[in-house]
């Protein structure tokens, strides 16, 4: 990897515990023991990740949590929204601050308590919830027209963004938060025939992860292939997408949100198909995308340094034992990408 002579600014940047390698979670994980999953995340991550337990209930889907407390709306056992009254489709029958109480959540209050029972405060946290556009999708395709199928899903989500930052930061009043939108259905956006089109999305999106204070740090996951500069145009502070050499298109979008104080959090480790036993390909496949970029103009020390590493997608589907080995592999990772950072500062006297 050739690099270009890097700026005062980009070697004197301030720390931040989500930066340089530090390896986070997607969110849902396999197991059925809440107080295990809890345990999980917050050991096998170094920002320990909120998790989602879809085994366990499917009120602890990402469709299924949206739902939580609407009279009206159902999960079909395929686990898509069904709607009752596509006239009328119900607010939230929850009381203020009780969403976190309800179905779906046991996932977070399990975490909450051991991470009180161990003293956690103080330590970076990174939990997750539908994007709007992809719960938009998922109501009109259950038969809502398009207008109510979105402005349902853009209040619902942030409504839930709203009570659930505020739970954590009562729990962790000194935990910094990245706080992440899940919008799979963004790998369709472009596609003929999607029911919004780009500049509604990108303002949906964008409306979203303003509902979150300002100290929070937000951003979107799509776990498969999208147009990033749609995504980016929304104004997220973190990216989360799978290495892939499609990002070389993007170069100077992904340039110029680095430069603007971004960070992508990177899938290295595939969650589908066969799952590998050492983390010699992840590694290889993310350096040949960097050099890639920096080919292209992007800052090699921003992307070490404003860079996570995750799994591609959630764990879920896997066993615990082989969410655990993916956990670690994406480690190693990591620990690669620290030990660069750690050499560049060295070698630059940063």
């Known amino acids: 990897m050739t690099d270009r002579r890097p700026s005062s600014a980009t070697l004197h940047a301030p720390t931040s515990p989500f930066a340089e390698g530090a390896v986070v979670g997607v969110g849902s994980l396999p197991h059925r023991d809440a107080s295990a999953a809890a345990a999980f995340a ?34 079909a056992d395929d686990g898509s929204i069904e709607v009752a009254d596509r006239e009328a489709p119900a607010a939230s029958d929850l009381g203020a601050g009780a969403l976190i109480d309800a179905a779906g959540f046991a996932g977070f209050r399990a975490f909450l308590d051991l991470a009180g029972k161990i003293r956690f405060d103080g330590t970076a946290v990174k939990w997750q919830f539908v994007g709007p556009v992809t719960l938009g999708v998922a109501l009109h395709r259950a038969g809502l027209a398009t207008p109510v199928a979105f402005e349902l899903a853009q209040a619902t989500v942030r409504s839930a963004l709203v009570e659930l930052s505020a739970v954590v930061t009562a729990a962790l009043p000194d935990s910094p938060q990245m706080v992440i939108i899940d919008e799979p259905w963004l790998v369709d956006l472009m596609s003929p025939g999607f029911p919004i089109p780009p500049d509604e999305a990108i303002d949906r999106m964008s409306g979203a992860m303003a509902a979150l204070p300002a100290t929070t740090l937000s951003g979107i996951h799509c776990c498969g292939a999208s ?30 949100f680095l430069d603007d104080g971004g960070t992508i959090a990177w899938g290295v480790l595939p969650t589908g198909g066969p799952v590998p036993t050492r983390p010699d390909r992840a590694w290889r496949e993310l350096s040949d995308l960097w050099c890639g970029l920096v080919q292209r103009g992007c800052d090699p020390v921003q992307l070490r340094r404003r860079s996570l590493v995750s799994p591609e997608c959630g764990l879920a589907s896997h066993s615990v034992s082989v969410a655990r080995g993916i956990a670690r592999l994406t480690g190693d990772v990591g620990k690669r990408v620290k030990d660069q950072s750690a050499a560049t500062r060295f070698a630059l006297g940063a």
Not at 43 to 48: C, G, H, L, R, T
Not at 228 to 250: C, K, M, N, Q, R
């Open 42 to 75: 917050i050991s096998e991550f170094d920002i320990a990740t909120i998790p989602t337990l879809p085994n366990l209930s499917p009120a602890e889907t990402m469709l299924g949590q949206a739902i939580v407390g609407r009279a009206g709306l159902d999960l």
């Open 227 to 256: 147009d990033i500069a749609t995504l980016l145009a929304s104004g997220p502070s973190v990216v989360s997408v799978p290495v892939s050499d499609e990002l070389l298109d993007y170069a100077g979008y992904l340039t110029r």
